[in-house]
């Protein structure tokens, strides 16, 4: 099918989905939910879809997706799959950020679609942009300058509150400015312009303080009560990476507490969903999907996997699943994944040195690896994907060569029986980690100690496959992962096609040393200290 028009383009999506929200009457709070990944990558992510359901649940209020079409002369626009209008005919546009990468994709929507992009430049009648996901409620600061409110924390609590305000505002005709600082006083809400830019400390140049008394001075996490609401999706496409997959949370938050992770900081506490409301969600799951995918942090670690295992495997459809972890995967479960036509499997041994996981704080022993992908290889998996990290702090040429043996060796475990595939990346310092104030590998040295890992394994363990991604990803990555509100210029740059983001940064006088290359002395005060963390050491 040719895509040159919206028509068609929006057609060859929706004919490939079910359950698609159409929802019809006067609602004066229009969201127009934009994917700032393609559809395909969209529709595979929990969080995005459960946004789009909330707000359709509520009264008085609808969303769509706005998806990215590339006109052939014209260049790009965003519109909307259920009713294809264009971006900037929605009162609201949301975001669900969850790579770094996607910040620049935000700032790049609005210049295509000709939106004002500073929050103070634009005014009533404006679209209102909010932002949530895992990037939002970890640093959103060097987008701050773009979007109106921050939601930070679950969508569960979020959403029905920025949408009661919003409806209030609107029936009762309050200002903008009324509307943001209200919502700046709600548990969970930022709201970037209402804070004036402050100072130096340390390695960070610009921080925000409260421009008013109202403003707080730390923002709260809104937290649900996942036990009895896991989130589920509502689309299932044959069109998304996950294909023909419905998907369920299991958990959410993570038990464990590496130092390195921003999973478990961002999402505490650990709370794992009821295995009864699980099982409803597998059982109502549509007709049409072929799979059900679990999320979680650490499926493992729900009391009950094999139970829920189980009930995907007496519906009769194929399980997929995300990482599981070292130490707690047995015979059992296994097989029980095994009757779900699993085929691989996910692991994260992030080093093959037991004194680097005991600095982690990654708690399983050597011997529980071995175990496991024995296991994994007598029950008649077919592949095992390994993750690993490297430039982890206090990491040595020794470290490395014991990651190129433990890969030997786990080779020789599996024999042929099993596809073994390793990702190696390098460590990137996440805010709000216990590990935020770390260094990272310089580009060329990650490429170096790429080669000296490739060749080691070529040698050793001839059969395995080593992938990892282009190092200049990781460290622009990392910049926008630990930036501040200098970085609004430079992405304004880069997504207008003035160069890559490491270049506009540099050309905007940006000095990515202290931050990235050297090891920060503990700052006081972070560029996301306005959001509270709960962090202790
Ligand atoms: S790395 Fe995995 S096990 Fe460790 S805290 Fe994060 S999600 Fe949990």
Same mark, same amino acid.
């Given at each position: 099918?040719?895509?040159?028009?919206?028509?068609?383009?929006?057609?060859?999506?929706?004919?490939?989905?079910?359950?698609?929200?159409?929802?019809?009457?006067?609602? =004066?709070?229009?969201?127009?939910?934009?994917?700032?990944?393609? $559809?395909?990558?969209?529709?595979?992510?929990?969080?995005?879809?459960?946004?789009?359901?909330?707000?359709?649940?509520?009264?008085?209020?609808?969303?769509?997706?706005?998806?990215?079409?590339?006109?052939?002369?014209?260049?790009?626009?965003?519109?909307?799959?259920?009713?294809?209008?264009?971006?900037?005919?929605?009162?609201?546009?949301?975001?669900?950020?969850?790579?770094?990468?996607?910040?620049?994709?935000?700032?790049?929507?609005?210049?295509?679609?000709?939106?004002?992009?500073?929050?103070?430049?634009?005014?009533?009648?404006?679209?209102?942009?909010?932002?949530?996901?895992?990037?939002?409620?970890? !640093?959103?600061?060097?987008?701050?300058?773009?979007?109106?409110?921050?939601? %930070?924390?679950?969508?569960?609590?979020?959403?029905?509150?920025?949408?009661? !305000?919003?409806?209030?505002?609107?029936?009762?005709?309050?200002?903008?400015?009324?509307?943001?600082?209200?919502?700046?006083?709600?548990?969970?809400?930022?709201?970037?312009?209402?804070?004036?830019?402050?100072?130096?400390?340390?390695?960070?140049?610009?921080? =925000?303080?409260?421009?008013?008394?109202?403003?707080?001075?730390?923002?709260?996490?809104?937290?649900?009560?996942?036990?009895?609401?896991?989130?589920?999706?509502?689309?299932?496409?044959?069109?998304?990476?996950?294909?023909?997959?419905?998907? *369920?949370?299991?958990?959410?938050?993570?038990?464990? !507490?590496?130092?390195?992770?921003?999973?478990?900081?961002?999402?505490?506490?650990?709370?794992?969903?009821?295995?009864?409301?699980?099982?409803?969600?597998?059982?109502?799951?549509?007709?049409?999907?072929?799979?059900?995918?679990?999320?979680?942090? !650490?499926?493992?670690?729900?009391?009950?996997?094999?139970? %829920?295992?189980?009930?995907?495997?007496?519906?009769?459809?194929?399980?997929?699943?995300?990482?599981?972890?070292?130490?707690?995967?047995?015979?059992?479960?296994?097989? *029980?994944?095994?009757?779900?036509? *699993?085929?691989?499997?996910?692991?994260?041994?992030?080093?093959?040195?037991?004194?680097?996981?005991?600095? %982690?704080?990654?708690?399983?022993?050597?011997?529980?690896?071995?175990?496991?992908?024995?296991?994994?290889?007598?029950?008649?998996?077919?592949?095992?994907?390994? $993750?690993?990290?490297?430039?982890?702090?206090?990491?040595?040429?020794?470290?490395?060569?014991?990651? *190129?043996?433990?890969?030997?060796?786990?080779?020789?475990?599996?024999?042929?029986?099993?596809?073994?595939?390793?990702?190696?990346?390098?460590?990137?310092?996440?805010?709000?980690?216990?590990?935020?104030?770390?260094?990272?590998?310089?580009?060329?040295? %990650?490429?170096?100690?790429?080669?000296?890992?490739?060749?080691?394994?070529?040698?050793?363990?001839?059969?395995?496959?080593?992938?990892?991604? =282009?190092?200049?990803?990781?460290?622009?990555?990392?910049?926008?992962?630990?930036?501040?509100?200098?970085?609004?210029?430079?992405?304004?740059?880069?997504?207008?096609?003035?160069?890559?983001?490491?270049?506009?940064?540099?050309?905007?006088?940006?000095?990515?040393?202290?931050?990235?290359?050297?090891?920060?002395?503990?700052?006081?005060?972070?560029?996301?200290?306005?959001?509270?963390?709960?962090?202790?050491?």
């Amino acid at each position: 099918m040719s895509l040159d028009r919206p028509d068609r383009f929006r057609r060859r999506y929706l004919e490939a989905e079910t359950g698609t929200l159409v929802k019809t009457g006067h609602c =004066p709070l229009e969201v127009g939910l934009v994917a700032l990944s393609p $559809y395909e990558t969209a529709m595979s992510s929990l969080g995005g879809q459960t946004v789009y359901r909330l707000f359709n649940e509520l009264e008085g209020a609808r969303c769509e997706r706005l998806v990215r079409f590339d006109r052939p002369r014209s260049g790009a626009i965003w519109v909307s799959l259920e009713s294809g209008r264009a971006a900037a005919e929605f009162p609201v546009l949301a975001f669900s950020i969850s790579y770094e990468q996607e910040m620049l994709e935000l700032v790049r929507f609005l210049q295509e679609n000709r939106i004002t992009p500073r929050s103070a430049d634009r005014g009533e009648g404006d679209p209102l942009l909010l932002a949530g996901g895992p990037v939002v409620s970890s !640093n959103p600061e060097p987008v701050a300058p773009f979007l109106d409110v921050c939601g %930070i924390g679950d969508a569960e609590i979020l959403v029905p509150s920025l949408a009661a !305000n919003w409806l209030a505002a609107y029936g009762a005709g309050w200002t903008r400015r009324l509307l943001l600082e209200t919502l700046a006083g709600q548990e969970g809400f930022y709201v970037p312009g209402l804070y004036r830019l402050d100072g130096v400390s340390g390695s960070y140049p610009v921080l =925000p303080r409260p421009a008013g008394q109202a403003v707080p001075v730390r923002v709260g996490r809104a937290t649900a009560d996942v036990g009895r609401s896991p989130a589920f999706s509502v689309i299932v496409s044959r069109l998304a990476h996950f294909r023909d997959m419905h998907l *369920v949370e299991v958990a959410r938050g993570c038990r464990w !507490n590496c130092r390195f992770c921003l999973v478990c900081r961002i999402n505490r506490p650990y709370r794992p969903a009821e295995t009864g409301r699980v099982i409803e969600l597998i059982e109502a799951a549509p007709a049409a999907a072929g799979a059900i995918g679990l999320v979680g942090a !650490n499926l493992c670690d729900h009391p009950e996997l094999a139970r %829920i295992a189980a009930a995907v495997a007496a519906s009769g459809r194929r399980l997929g699943t995300s990482s599981l972890r070292v130490g707690s995967v047995d015979r059992e479960l296994l097989t *029980v994944l095994k009757r779900c036509r *699993v085929e691989s499997l996910t692991l994260a041994p992030e080093t093959a040195s037991a004194e680097l996981l005991a600095r %982690i704080g990654k708690s399983y022993r050597q011997e529980e690896l071995f175990e496991t992908v024995r296991l994994a290889a007598e029950a008649g998996f077919r592949g095992l994907k390994l $993750y690993y990290m490297i430039g982890l702090p206090g990491e040595t040429a020794k470290h490395r060569r014991e990651l *190129v043996e433990q890969v030997r060796l786990l080779a020789g475990t599996t024999g042929n029986r099993l596809r073994l595939k390793i990702s190696v990346n390098p460590f990137i310092p996440k805010p709000q980690t216990a590990w935020q104030d770390e260094s990272m590998l310089r580009p060329g040295e %990650i490429k170096r100690l790429l080669r000296e890992l490739r060749k080691g394994i070529r040698q050793d363990a001839p059969g395995v496959q080593l992938q990892h991604d =282009p190092p200049a990803e990781a460290v622009s990555q990392a910049a926008l992962s630990l930036g501040d509100r200098s970085f609004a210029q430079p992405l304004e740059m880069a997504a207008a096609g003035a160069g890559h983001l490491l270049d506009c940064l540099g050309r905007s006088g940006i000095d990515l040393e202290p931050v990235l290359y050297s090891r920060k002395k503990p700052a006081a005060e972070h560029p996301w200290s306005v959001l509270e963390s709960g962090f202790s050491r």
